[in-house]
């Protein structure tokens, strides 16, 4: 069963809290962003040992495992960026179908307590990779194929909501 994508373009979580899971991105600080994502990973673990995680609440969601997944890709793919922004100038990030990767990679039938090293293992890298920045380099640029344009910092904040309100869609 085919979940219609999502299409919305997040990046007013820059501006204000999301209305949804309560999480203020504009109003987190860069240095706050490591510890959030760890904070994150710790929770999936638990997540992934529930009887019912491959189990779609309705036709229109997502499993809790295929939230985990894409929640791992996400650590993967925000680290391969950020590493971008650091090693170019203003690099454009190759464009990202996450409901095709989910499909693709068969998110509903990976093994959970794979998805659960992969993801705490990818949340510490990115992580890690986000606290080494220096603050002189938190405004390099980089671009989304959309237009959008981040500096590290934003690009930090921006993506921190993410895990976060995932974990919200799987908790609530």
């Not at 929770?43 to 985990?68: I, K, M, N």
Request: aromatic content about 10%; hydrophobic content about 40%; glycine content about 2%.
């Amino acid at each position: 069963m085919t979940i219609e994508p999502d299409t919305k373009n997040w990046t007013w979580v820059l501006e204000r809290r999301c209305d949804e899971c309560g999480f203020d991105s504009s109003a987190t600080p860069y240095e706050e962003v490591p510890g959030l994502v760890r904070e994150n990973a710790r929770a999936w673990p638990a997540v992934l040992q529930r009887a019912d995680v491959a189990e779609r609440p309705d036709d229109a969601t997502w499993s809790a495992l295929e939230y985990a997944a894409h929640v791992r890709d996400v650590f993967r793919r925000f680290d391969t960026r950020l590493a971008l922004m650091l090693e170019e100038d203003a690099p454009e990030f190759e464009d990202w179908d996450q409901d095709r990767t989910a499909v693709e990679e068969n998110y509903a039938a990976q093994d959970p307590d794979v998805v659960a090293r992969e993801l705490v293992a990818a949340a510490e890298r990115v992580a890690a990779d986000f606290e080494r920045v220096p603050a002189e380099l938190r405004g390099r640029e980089g671009l989304r194929s959309d237009g959008s344009r981040f500096t590290v910092d934003t690009l930090a904040r921006y993506f921190v909501h993410d895990p976060v309100h995932h974990l919200w869609d799987v908790t609530r």
